[in-house]
């Protein structure tokens, strides 16, 4: 089994930064995407950024300039947002993809940005 391990998020205001970090727990897969979507209450689970095992990272239009995601190793994944914006308050989940097929999620990290 694997679990992964969110920390991070909070309540900001607008223009600040947070970071989410997510470490998949797991002797047993190897871990090859991982990265963070978000969920706001009434719209759909969207992608905001992943990394894969080489380092190719993909963002969301609504993030690119304003969120890093990088990968501190194999099996963890950290998002940092600069300049949030209201619009970005959503729960975020952390993802992993497992080299044996499958992913795995995160409970989630509350994302709170007050104007």
Not at 15 to 22: A, E, K
Not at 28 to 46: L, T
């Amino acid at each position: 089994q694997v679990r992964l391990v969110e920390s991070g998020g909070g309540l900001v205001q607008a223009g600040g930064s947070l970071r989410l970090s997510c470490a998949a727990f797991t002797d047993i897969f190897r871990v090859n995407d991982m990265g963070w979507y978000r969920q706001a209450p009434g719209k759909q689970r969207e992608l905001v950024a992943k990394i894969t095992r080489g380092g190719t990272t993909n963002y969301a239009d609504s993030v690119k300039g304003r969120f890093t995601v990088s990968r501190d190793n194999a099996k963890a994944v950290t998002l940092q947002m600069n300049s949030l914006k209201p619009e970005d308050t959503a729960r975020y989940y952390c993802n992993a993809v497992l080299h044996v097929g499958g992913s795995v999620w995160g409970q989630g990290a509350q994302v709170t940005v007050s104007s």
